[in-house]
Structures are given as C-alpha cells and as structure tokens.
C-alpha cells in the first residue's frame, strides 16, 4: 500500500526548497541588480517603445527593427544582463532536473502533463 501523501504541503516544500537553491538566489539577485541598473533600464524602455511600435504598426517598421536589434545587442553587453541571462540558465537546468526527478516518481512526463489546458 502507497503511503497517503499530502500533495499541497509537498507543493509548498518543494517550492522552499527551491527558493534556497544556490541557483534560485543567484537569479533573484541578478534580478534586483537589472531592476536598480539605471542604464539597464532604460535600454529597456526604449525597447518596449520600439515593440509597441512595431506591434501597432506605427511608423517606419524598417527603422524600428534597425533599432530594436541595435539597442538589444548594447544590452548584451552589461554585465547584470550577462549575470541573470546566466542565472536564468542555472535555475532552467535545475528546474529541468526537478521535472526529470518527478516525472520518474509519478511515471509521467509531469512538465508536460502539468501544463494549463483549455479545461483547467
């Protein structure tokens, strides 16, 4: 007989578990660092200008691509950017292990089968 598992109390530890994680850490610091970075954000701003732009087809769609690509590879090249692209990559790969991990327990592909559908 299979022990009674109390789902949401192992939901609420796992995800405390993973706000411990050395990666988890690393990614909401390098996310705190992009939010404080002035020059950061400013790029920034200016490339949800340009988006919304394109995205409502005002003025010259060209241009705003030119500028769009211009502006993102100036982004590249901060360091918190470089940072949390990295840390972002870290808690992927943990997350992915974290799927891997569940999905050989339940005997499921559980990313997959934990997706929102149009019913739930």
Excluded: K
């Excluded at 939901?11 to 404080?36: D, K």
């Amino acid at each position: 007989m299979q022990p009674i598992v109390d789902v949401e109390l192992a939901i609420r530890e796992l995800v405390e578990a993973l706000r411990e994680t050395p990666e988890f850490r690393s990614l909401w610091e390098a996310a705190r660092a992009i939010n404080h970075d002035g020059e950061v954000q400013d790029l920034l701003q200016q490339i949800r200008a340009h988006q919304s732009a394109l995205q409502w087809g005002r003025g010259d769609g060209a241009e705003h691509l030119r500028a769009l690509r211009q502006l993102q590879a100036q982004l590249d090249t901060y360091p918190s950017v470089q940072a949390y692209r990295a840390a972002e990559q870290a808690v992927r790969a943990l997350f992915q292990e974290v799927d891997a991990a569940i999905s050989r327990v339940v005997g499921v592909d559980f990313a997959a089968n934990a997706r929102r559908s149009c019913c739930g």
